[in-house]
């Protein structure tokens, strides 16, 4: 069983930061890639970053620069460092891990990120 934990979330003043945390645990053998993706109310979910087990990283357009995705592969963690919030970063954030041999996707439990104006 594997389960995927998050932490971080709250609301912030725009132009504040917050970090992201993620933690898989459980019969782990490998993990490959992880990220975060985001939903807004009445809003599809989208991908906000992601990051391969060599630390390739991938972005959207709308947090380059601002937004930092990294991993701690001794603790099977993610985190996403999150600066210069907007109001429209408002969103329940979820974080998302590739697990196994047999690749298998978990996701997190989401997260509320709120940036008040």
């Known amino acids: 069983q594997v389960q995927l934990v998050e932490s971080g979330g709250g609301l912030v003043q725009a132009g504040g930061s917050l970090r992201l945390s993620c933690a898989a645990s459980?019969?782990?053998?490998?993990?490959?890639?992880m990220g975060w993706y985001r939903q807004a109310p009445g809003k599809q979910r989208e991908l906000v970053a992601a990051?391969?087990?060599?630390?390739?990283?991938n972005y959207a357009d709308s947090v380059k620069g601002r937004f930092t995705i990294s991993r701690d592969n001794a603790k099977n963690t993610v985190y996403l460092q999150m600066n210069s919030l907007k109001p429209e970063d408002t969103a329940v954030y979820y974080c998302?891990?590739?697990?196994?041999?047999?690749?298998?996707?978990?996701w997190g439990q989401g997260t509320q990120v709120t940036a008040s104006s």
């Open positions: 998302y891990s590739v697990i196994g041999l047999v690749p298998r996707l978990y």
């Open positions: 990051i391969t087990s060599g630390g390739s990283t």
């Open positions: 459980g019969s782990i053998v490998s993990i490959s890639a």
